[in-house]
């Protein structure tokens, strides 16, 4: 069932737990995290970056495929769709390709112009019942072209965003895209707390979900985080099965070579990551 993010994450935030949001890159992607979610039934949301959007030959063509699976798949689970750091222009061009959700980053321009262009997608998209997530402080690491300074947001900030009547806000609270360093000082909880007391009830977004260490997740999840995004994770898994596979030299034995043969253990290593994470973020059976 595609439907905005809102309703599923005010249960997450009432509840306390957290919905996936898992990036895709192709339709195997796509399938493994539908699949995984329905049997899990828990409720889902993947993540479209815009340079994912463009490989997969535009908006539409995303809307299309995720469509389609959901009929001939029999996904009953809630799923959303959701722009991931979308530019202004971005999140203009998935509202009209008929994205059920946006996220604005809006974290690179003055907090002025941030909140002016946020309140301006904001009125198009509330209009169409559509969730809009909006981000202060920026992620650190650089996620598909999208480099963030690791700023830490200001809590007064996140207060003037919250009150634009956006659905969820990504606060930088030390995560990062990608790998942690060796040195990371973990999760800012401190300023999690005071962004949670100026912005009430607002489901907050963790980005950078992998390698956050479970009980980081907890705590986070424990102090108002309703959503958090992984991809990094799902890359690596993908990766490595794909790698394994070939190596072993599967690939030349029998009908190796077919693509679906091929793409199928990365297949699999998804739908494994997918399934860890809606058990740490406490989704399971929430659908
Ligand atoms: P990771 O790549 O670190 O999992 O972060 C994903 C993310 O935050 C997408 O917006």
Not at 189 to 194: I, M
Not at 201 to 225: C, F, Q, W, Y
């Given at each position: ?11 997450a ?25 329905q049997?899990?039934?828990?409720p889902?949301?993947?993540g ?5 959007g ?18 001939c ?19 203009k ?11 604005f ?33 920026a ?24 009150a ?5 806000l990504a ?42 260490p479970?009980d980081?997740?907890?705590?986070a ?8 995004n ?10 490595a ?16 070579f077919d ?5 199928a ?23």
């Amino acid at each position: 069932m595609l439907v905005s993010a809102k309703e599923m994450l005010e249960k997450a935030r009432d509840g306390k737990y957290a919905v996936g949001q898992f990036n895709i890159n192709n339709l195997e992607w796509t399938k493994a995290i539908l699949l995984t979610a329905q049997e899990n039934n828990s409720p889902v949301i993947l993540g479209v970056s815009e340079g994912a959007g463009k490989y997969m030959a535009g908006y539409k063509t995303v809307m299309g495929m995720v469509r389609g699976m959901i009929e001939c798949l029999n996904i009953t689970v809630p799923v959303s769709v959701h722009l991931d750091h979308g530019s202004y222009e971005g999140a203009k061009a998935c509202i009209e390709a008929g994205f059920p959700s946006i996220m604005f980053d809006g974290s690179k321009y003055p907090i002025d112009e941030n909140i002016e262009k946020t309140k301006e997608l904001v009125a198009q998209a509330n209009a169409l019942g559509l969730s809009v997530e909006a981000e202060v402080g920026a992620i650190g690491g650089e996620e598909d072209g999208v480099i963030g300074n690791g700023d830490i947001a200001d809590p007064e900030e996140c207060k003037r965003i919250a009150a634009l009547g956006v659905t969820m806000l990504a606060a930088g609270i030390g995560n990062i895209h990608g790998k942690y360093p060796e040195n990371w000082k973990g999760l800012d909880f401190d300023t999690l707390e005071k962004i949670k007391a100026a912005t009430g009830n607002m489901p907050l977004v963790l980005h950078g979900g992998t390698g956050i260490p479970t009980d980081m997740i907890k705590k986070a999840i424990s102090l108002g985080v309703a959503k958090i995004n992984v991809n990094t994770e799902c890359q690596l898994a993908f990766a490595a099965a794909t790698r394994k596979y070939i190596e072993e030299g599967k690939d030349l034995q029998g009908k190796g070579f077919d693509p679906r043969k091929l793409l199928a253990p990365g297949f699999e290593a998804i739908k494994a990551t997918v399934k860890e994470k809606m058990e740490i973020f406490g989704s399971v059976n929430k659908a």
